[in-house]
């Protein structure tokens, strides 16, 4: 019988490589590392990799296994998924990859300027019913820019259509440099050439659903300079016609902003 969630959060709370910091309790358990990662944790100048909404953690871990001349770091808020990868990276002992578990609304509170390279956002609920809170809004991409480099790179990939349009509509609309975006990431003949291997050999556990389920994963890659005015795209969308796997949309709405 595998592990409940009250004995991997016990776990977790033993674990080197995990910090758990909800919003509930940010006043209360103040952070100190913040610009403070390489120093205090990793214990070297690499670059900093962000995978916010990491789940189980398992792209982070194969991403750290892959590149160990960089430092990767799991958010989640879903403690008892991330456990999965957590353990992983500390029973193989995998020195480059940490998990935060919070709210992404308070990103910007664990990281100083410039403290981060590149995020990645791995099959992030689209949220079309709340603009707000897709995780490439404005709302969240002011939030990237308080720690990002300067042209600092965000990496998409998804399986629905609705946030790859909205996010693609994003960067048209905003000017932003785009590296690279595709609707068929194993399919397109430019992928190898266009992104790092381990963007196409490292799978998730959600993206392998979508992908038995016959559904091509999509990816983009682009820049997010500090000095671009960002505004929402008033463009509506058509909806994907379902929420998540094996399920079907609730609304009745078939287009939104």
């Not at 990103?107 to 590149?118: K, M, S, T």
């Not at 960002?230 to 949309?249: A, F, Q």
Request: hydrophobic fraction near 35%.
């Amino acid at each position: 019988m595998g592990k409940g969630k009250l004995e991997k959060f016990a776990d977790m709370e033993r674990y080197e490589n995990v910090f758990q910091y909800p919003y509930s309790t940010w006043e209360e358990k103040p952070f100190t590392m913040q610009g403070r990662w390489r120093e205090q944790y990793f214990k070297n100048d690499n670059p900093i990799v962000l995978e916010l909404g990491c789940g189980k953690g398992e792209y982070a871990v194969e991403l750290a296994r892959n590149y160990p001349d960089k430092n990767f770091i799991g958010v989640d808020i879903k403690g008892a998924r991330m456990w999965t990868g957590a353990t992983q990276a500390q029973n193989e002992g995998l020195r480059n990859v940490a998990f935060l578990r919070t709210n992404i609304e308070i990103i910007d509170r664990f990281f100083a300027p410039d403290e981060v390279q590149e995020i990645w956002l791995t099959f992030s609920d689209p949220q079309m019913k709340n603009p707000r809170k897709r995780l490439t809004s404005t709302y969240f991409l002011e939030r990237y820019r308080h720690f990002l480099t300067d042209g600092g790179t965000v990496h998409l990939k998804t399986d629905s259509n609705f946030l790859f349009t909205y996010t693609t509509l994003m960067v048209e609309h905003n000017a932003l440099p785009l590296l690279f975006r595709t609707d068929d990431l194993y399919h397109d003949e430019q992928s190898p050439s266009m992104v790092e291997p381990a963007t196409l050999s490292v799978q998730t556990y959600y993206e392998q659903m979508w992908m038995a389920r016959g559904l091509n994963i999509k990816y983009m890659k682009w820049q997010l300079p500090h000095n671009v005015s960002l505004t929402e795209p008033e463009v509506e969308i058509e909806l994907d016609d379902y929420r998540s796997y094996h399920r079907t949309k609730r609304s009745s709405l078939e287009k939104a902003k």
